[in-house]
């Protein structure tokens, strides 16, 4: 079945304890994206790859990092976790960038205290 | 930063009649644009996807484009109570970036 799995799918932890939330699909997909989405505001992209070792700045790039090693990972790295990246975070693949439809994954709803 | 507008709603629409969702965006550059329902709790589902202007039809769901002046329109014909969901824009921008933009989503309900 073709997807995009995120884990972990819940997290609740403290300020300033690293995080990595893992994204991988099966679809042999180009482009990889994160998005958080909060009330009011919308989705708005974190950051987005076009193929391996290929990643650049979305709109709210500021406190995140990503790496793109293997065509099928996309992991997001928060290594300062701070409340105000309290969110719902969603990883999204396309064949080859974002003029194509994305396929989303589950979602990663964290909690920051 | 560009921008993609929708009425965030929520928009009543009685069971069988026509939901017609609206999006408008900045970038008059932009290129490809999306239309993606959400369910409480659940990730955004693509619905239509619409390149040139005009009209794109699949099933009851009908994509209208008008880059003059820059709105894309959802409608839903014989809208059904599991229509009920926050419908999403997404726009993505001109050549040479890979940025997709989304609005805030319109909330749609539809009453029995």
């Known amino acids: 079945e073709a997807q995009v799995t995120q884990n972990p799918r819940y997290l609740i932890t403290v300020t300033g304890k690293k995080l990595t939330v893992t994204c991988s699909q099966n679809?042999?997909?180009?482009?990889m994206s994160w998005y958080r989405q909060d009330p009011g505001l919308g989705l708005r992209q974190i950051y987005y790859?076009?193929?391996?070792?290929?990643?650049d700045k979305g709109d709210v790039p500021e406190g995140y990092k990503v790496s793109r090693k293997e065509k099928r990972n996309f992991p997001l790295i928060l290594e300062s976790p701070s409340p105000n990246q309290t969110s719902l975070y969603f990883c999204?693949?396309?064949?080859?960038?974002?003029?194509?439809?994305?396929?989303f994954g589950d979602g990663t709803r964290l909690s920051i205290l | 930063q560009k921008e993609v507008e929708q009425n965030s709603g929520p928009l009543s629409v009685p069971e069988g009649a026509i939901a017609s969702l609206n999006c408008t965006y900045s970038?008059?550059?932009?290129?490809?644009f999306f239309w993606y329902r959400q369910y409480s709790g659940k990730s955004p589902e693509l619905i239509m996807f619409?390149?040139?202007?005009g009209d794109k039809e699949d099933g009851r769901f009908t994509a209208q484009l008008n880059k003059a002046s820059q709105y894309v329109s959802l409608l839903i014909r014989d809208s059904q109570p599991s229509d009920s969901a926050t419908y999403l824009c997404?726009?993505?921008?001109?050549?040479?970036?890979?940025?997709?933009?989304f609005g805030t989503g319109t909330r749609l309900t539809i009453i029995p």
């Open positions: 999204a693949s396309s064949p080859r960038g974002a003029a194509q439809p994305q396929h």
């Open positions: 679809m042999n997909h180009e482009y």
């Open positions: 790859s076009m193929n391996v070792e290929v990643t």
């Open positions: 970038d008059r550059g932009s290129q490809s």
């Open positions: 619409i390149y040139s202007n």
């Open positions: 997404a726009v993505k921008e001109v050549y040479g970036n890979e940025k997709l933009t």
